[in-house]
């Protein structure tokens, strides 16, 4: 992932960002003259009490959403001027998605749900198959492959979740909570899967987390707080 | 890189999940169905009346007929001619002739009163007296129950639509004609057209019972060729004995035929219309609730990379193939419902009652289907772009 990386070895760039939010004659200042470097490879937790900013940052970086000011540079790419359809376009080649509520089709059987992002790419049926067999034996759900979301457990959701953020071997894998609506066995094997994601296949992972327990098992962890970066956890 | 292979997947993806999720929000989908297919069936029904009795008044034109009235007469009813008038006609240049003489019927029309059988209140049924051309001036003419009547003598043959629609006009039975009770010695068939309402009797006996004279209202003649009806027009028009009006059979009946078309044909179309923007809104609620109810998948695959462009289309469709659906169910209907059923009306022209059957026609199903694509799409379009607009961000939090 060399190519990919910025100058500083740093592979997201985010600088000088504020964030402000519209709603009616209010306006709320969510991020404020922000910045932040994760190199290539890291495995970075993103802490701080509910309301600071967490996601909207994460939606910064994952492109889901634009800042009021700064930029947001993602290999060596300023996404935050991208057009709508470029983004798109970005976001299916370069980021992997993990939510807090797995956000599957419930619709689609689990390798169903791990193909859905390969239907964007120009591979065949033959090789989207093997992507997605590969993906779901790297978070050990191959035996619940033909299975629908409903008749999964919670745990085995996010597996299929987590599958289907690294079926495409993104760029970033972006998790919001991914351990927020589980119990702490089934959170604990996630953090597993997501540390061997990191240290086995160098996955760079950012995640937003409000759970310390969670959060040790990053290799490094930020603390956001009104809008403001901090490397110490906010009093 | 996004390309139109794509982008097609894309489309067809999103489709499916959406057609796939329907069993989900059945009863809203039900009730949008539902709706279309009652504004099909409505919008093809009340059509499909206006299309028989189109079909009715033009099906026994021939192309080479023609007819003359009076000039300045609209129908029969208010036209008369004379015996020597009448023959003049028959001899003008342009009208077949066979052994027996010219292809001319010269023609009585008045109208008695018969009960309805649906009701069993009296209605205005045309009775005709002919002169033995008539059956070769017209397409189609079948004795199909019983015998032709005796020419000079006091029988009728009753149209098959009048003998279905009226009561008393079987065979054997005796309709009443002035201070004369006729017997009915036949049913004739005229593939369905105007004739098929009326009843026959003999020109000259029928002038006779109504002390006529020898005076006539009509002339229907069959030229040598569809070709040569302007000449026979010509020379009747620019005969200082005559003063008569000259129109093509398709023509006269087209004519005839107009008020009563048009006024189904505006009241089809004015309550089609007031049911589809019921059925718009029908549309609109169940696309807007599959939006509402799929708003985090739809911002989950625009999450994925999916192009919001792609979401509106797909959105488009899977609201279009319901109200085809819906289209298809409601053409059906009326097709079995409709078609072929028979009635009666009076046909304000002639003042009498035309008996026909509803014709729901191909066309008239195209239509249909494309007015259940118009309120698909319409009802589609908004959720659509709705769906499309919603910030990903808000709309993944969404439960």
Not at chain 1, 120 to 141: F, I, N, P, Y
């Amino acid at each position: 992932m060399n190519e990919n990386q910025s100058n500083n070895g740093a592979l997201v760039r985010v600088e000088n960002v504020g964030k402000i939010f519209h709603r009616g004659s209010e306006d709320i200042h969510v991020l404020a003259d922000l910045h932040l470097q994760v190199p290539a490879g890291e495995f970075l937790a993103l802490m701080g009490p509910s309301g600071s900013g967490k996601t909207t940052l994460l939606n910064l970086i994952g492109g889901l959403d634009r800042p009021t000011k700064g930029s947001v540079v993602v290999a060596g790419e300023r996404i935050d001027q991208l057009s709508d359809r470029t983004l798109a376009a970005w976001r299916a080649r370069h980021v992997g998605f993990v939510f807090q509520l797995y956000n599957l089709m419930p619709v689609l059987t689990a390798e169903r749900n791990v193909e859905l992002p390969l239907l964007l790419t120009h591979l065949s049926k033959a090789d989207r198959k093997k992507h997605v067999d590969a993906a779901l034996a790297m978070v050990g759900l191959s035996h619940r492959a033909k299975h629908y979301p409903r008749t999964l457990s919670g745990g085995e959701q996010q597996r299929a979740g987590i599958a289907r953020g690294i079926v495409t071997d993104p760029t970033l894998l972006l998790c919001d909570e991914p351990t927020g609506d589980l119990d702490r066995k089934a959170g604990n094997e996630i953090l597993d899967l997501l540390q061997a994601l990191n240290r086995e296949h160098g996955k760079t992972i950012i995640m937003v987390t409000h759970d310390p327990h969670a959060s040790a098992r990053a290799s490094r962890t930020v603390y956001l707080d009104k809008g403001q970066l901090s490397n110490e956890p906010v009093k | 890189m996004a390309g139109p292979i794509n982008w097609f997947s894309q489309i067809v993806s999103i489709t499916k999940f959406g057609l796939l999720s329907i069993p989900q929000r059945r009863g809203a989908v039900a009730a949008t169905v539902i709706g279309i297919a009652g504004v099909v069936t409505v919008l093809v029904g009340v059509l499909s009346i206006a299309a028989g009795f189109r079909q009715a008044m033009t099906v026994s034109a021939s192309p080479d007929g023609a007819i003359v009235l009076r000039s300045g007469a609209d129908s029969e009813m208010v036209s008369g001619l004379g015996r020597d008038q009448t023959r003049v006609i028959a001899d003008a240049p342009g009208v077949a002739r066979t052994a027996q003489g010219p292809l001319a019927s010269a023609e009585l029309f008045v109208i008695i009163n018969i009960p309805k059988r649906s009701t069993g209140l009296d209605a205005n049924v045309p009775l005709r007296g002919v002169e033995s051309a008539a059956w070769q001036v017209r397409d189609n003419m079948k004795i199909v129950q019983g015998r032709m009547f005796e020419w000079g003598k006091d029988e009728v043959i009753v149209g098959a639509g009048a003998a279905r629609e009226f009561s008393g006009l079987d065979v054997g039975s005796k309709i009443k004609v002035g201070r004369y009770e006729w017997p009915v010695v036949g049913i004739f068939s005229a593939n369905g057209g105007a004739a098929e309402s009326e009843i026959w009797a003999d020109a000259k006996v029928l002038q006779a019972a109504y002390n006529r004279g020898d005076s006539f209202q009509s002339v229907y003649a069959r030229l040598n060729s569809p070709g040569a009806f302007q000449e026979f027009k010509d020379s009747l028009t620019s005969n200082p004995q005559l003063n008569v009006k000259v129109a093509r059979q398709s023509e006269y009946y087209a004519e005839q035929s107009e008020t009563i078309t048009r006024l189904i044909t505006t009241l089809g179309f004015l309550i089609a219309f007031l049911m589809a923007i019921g059925a718009v809104f029908g549309a609109l609620n169940t696309m807007y609730s599959a939006v509402s109810a799929r708003t985090r998948e739809i911002a989950t695959l625009r999450a994925l990379g999916f192009g919001s462009g792609a979401v509106v289309v797909s959105l488009m469709i899977e609201s279009l193939l319901l109200a085809l659906v819906g289209g298809a169910i409601g053409g059906g209907l009326a097709y079995f419902a409709f078609n072929n059923f028979h009635t009666s009306t009076m046909n304000w022209q002639s003042f009498s009652q035309i008996a026909f059957a509803f014709k729901v026609t191909p066309e008239l199903l195209v239509r249909g289907i494309v007015w259940s694509a118009l309120i698909g799409l319409i009802g589609g379009l908004f959720p659509a772009i709705r769906a499309a607009r919603l910030p990903i961000a808000a709309a993944l939090r969404e439960l």
